[in-house]
């Protein structure tokens, strides 16, 4: 059974941040492309960010860029989300995401970050 774990969770003030993984170790890593999204209380789940099979392609959603890096270690099955300068509206619980040509998609179970004085 494929599996994705998330953690890096917590909770931080104003202006902190919090560095998010992903582990896939199940997975052939590098078939796939890998996201991150999240969803906010009472909110739909949103993308946060993607990023392609080796990398060399990222995106990120209006509200996170130049605050949030995604990147990958193939070697390790492995996907990052780095969060800085977090503000209050990045609450909410963050989720990884799997897709390959031709697989399933694959989601992890979520961790909660919560950015709060």
């Known amino acids: 059974q494929v599996q994705l774990v998330e953690s890096g969770g917590g909770l931080v003030q104003p202006g902190g941040s919090l560095r998010l993984s992903c582990a896939a170790p199940?997975?052939?890593?590098?078939?796939?492309?890998m996201s991150w999204h999240r969803r906010a209380p009472g909110k739909e789940r949103e993308m946060v960010a993607t990023i392609s099979r080796f990398g060399t392609t990222t995106n990120y959603a209006d509200s996170v860029k130049g605050r949030f890096i995604i990147s990958r270690d193939n070697a390790k099955n492995m996907v990052y989300l780095q969060m800085n300068n977090l503000k209050p509206e990045d609450t909410a619980t963050y989720y990884c995401?799997?897709?390959?040509?031709?697989?399933?998609?694959?989601w992890g179970q979520g961790t909660q970050v919560a950015v709060s004085s």
């Open positions: 199940a997975l052939l890593f590098s078939d796939f492309n």
């Open positions: 995401k799997a897709v390959g040509p031709g697989r399933p998609v694959y």
